[in-house]
């Protein structure tokens, strides 16, 4: 069948039909493949959950990433970033990313949990993953700012926290 289709120049010889809800559907394979990723990191050992946990993972300078809950309170988020850009600052090194795409029972069911709020990834080939499906789910949603209590896949992390190391050193 792709061989008939090359021999013909591989043109669309009929109208394309584009489903309504193609972007949605997007979204939602997205958001579960970053929930999966989540749980993947968790199940090898790469993910911790919890605020004190998410911590002392931030103090040690184990976290790559950092996943808070978007329908989770934003004094948590806001102590943990604000703590992990100063550990950053003072080291010279790099802050984590933070990605705020899932809900907390989405984060909960990655950790095997109801509800988390907080979540940590270490270094590793699923942090990149994680953060490059977080990547691509910023530029479908809104920020989580224009929605601050809207649970689901419309919450994002800041533009710059979703570049992965090696994009913000070549930025």
């Not at 998410?54 to 990433?65: E, T």
């Not at 102590?79 to 802050?95: L, S």
């Not at 029972?105 to 942090?127: K, N, P, Y």
Request: a positive charge; charged letters at 25%; glycine letters at 14%.
């Amino acid at each position: 069948m792709i061989l008939r289709a090359l021999s013909r120049g591989g043109a669309v010889t009929g109208p394309v039909e584009v489903p309504a809800d193609l972007i949605d559907r997007i979204i939602r394979g997205l958001t579960h493949r970053l929930a999966n990723l989540v749980g993947l990191a968790r199940r090898a050992g790469e993910a911790v959950c919890g605020f004190e946990t998410v911590r002392g993972w931030v103090r040690d300078g184990k976290a790559v990433v950092l996943l808070s809950a978007c329908d989770g309170a934003p004094d948590g988020k806001r102590k943990i970033v604000g703590m992990a850009r100063a550990i950053a600052e003072q080291t010279g090194g790099e802050p984590p990313v933070v990605v705020d795409h899932l809900i907390g029972a989405q984060l909960g069911h990655a950790f095997g949990r109801d509800h988390v709020v907080h979540a940590a990834i270490g270094a590793g080939g699923l942090a990149e993953r994680i953060t490059r499906t977080a990547c691509k789910l910023s530029g479908l949603t809104t920020p989580a700012s224009a929605t601050p209590q809207t649970p689901g896949p419309g919450a994002r992390a800041a533009e710059p926290d979703l570049l992965s190391r090696d994009d913000r050193r070549n930025a």
